[in-house]
């Protein structure tokens, strides 16, 4: 079964560390990656997207993500987090579908940064 | 760019009654995704739609649950009767129709069914 996951529930970091909340994922073919954010009382928010090439992607706020074809992986970095990063986190995979394409979201992270 | 609006923002109404959620895909885009977001069951996607045309309504709940598009501007989600269980924060999304394209998502309708 195609899936995504993601392992922590919450994560906690102090601001100005470095932080890294992580997903991974179960998908046949080659999928297109996303992570999203979520601020209470709103939609989600696009971050960044992982299509192809470079596996260090660049996106929005300061955020990065790795692409690890080898562990199935996608996890969101960003160097130095700051409190107004405190929200939730969306992991996605996107793949071809009958009729068009199908979304597949992880169950989301809780990010709290500390001041 | 004025994004997916939805409306209402909320709303509060009794067992039984119909509500229907309307939703506004920003101009252009082809795709439209009604999804549930609840603290128990997280975000649920409801229904897609390519084109106007329904592609997956697998995770609608039950009958009372309904959706239509009948342009490329405008989406309603039904629920008729209601009950206290769909009380729960509705998403529209809507997007260009290619894999690699992310979702817009509106701010949602907080739905509270008494």
């Known amino acids: 079964a195609q899936s995504v996951a993601q392992p922590e529930d919450q994560v906690n970091v102090a601001e100005g560390n470095p932080l890294t909340v992580k997903c991974t994922y179960s998908v046949s073919g080659n999928p297109y990656l996303f992570w999203y954010v979520q601020y209470p009382n709103r939609g989600l928010q696009f971050l960044l997207k992982?299509?192809?090439?470079?596996?260090l992607v660049k996106g929005s706020y300061g955020f990065e993500a790795e692409f690890n074809k080898s562990q199935t992986s996608f996890h969101l970095k960003k160097p130095s987090a700051l409190v107004s990063d405190s929200a939730l986190y969306f992991c996605?995979?996107?793949?071809?579908?009958?009729?068009?394409?199908?979304?597949?979201f992880g169950a989301g992270t809780r990010l709290f940064v500390k001041a | 760019d004025a994004g997916v609006i939805q409306s209402p923002r909320h709303e509060v109404t009794e067992m039984g009654q119909e509500v229907t959620l309307r939703c506004k895909p920003i101009s252009g885009h082809n795709s439209l995704f009604w999804y549930r977001q609840t603290m128990m069951r997280g975000l649920e996607l409801l229904i897609y739609?390519?084109?106007?045309?329904?592609?997956?309504d697998s995770g609608m709940p039950e009958d009372r649950f309904s959706a239509k598009m009948p342009n490329a501007s405008f989406s309603t989600l039904k629920i008729q009767p209601s009950e206290p269980r769909d009380s729960a924060v509705y998403f529209c999304a809507s997007s260009f129709s290619t894999v690699g394209q992310p979702q817009h998502f509106g701010d949602g309708t907080r739905l509270s069914i008494l």
């Open positions: 739609f390519n084109n106007n045309v329904p592609i997956d």
């Open positions: 992982y299509i192809t090439g470079d596996n």
């Open positions: 996605a995979v996107s793949l071809s579908n009958t009729g068009g394409f199908k979304t597949i």
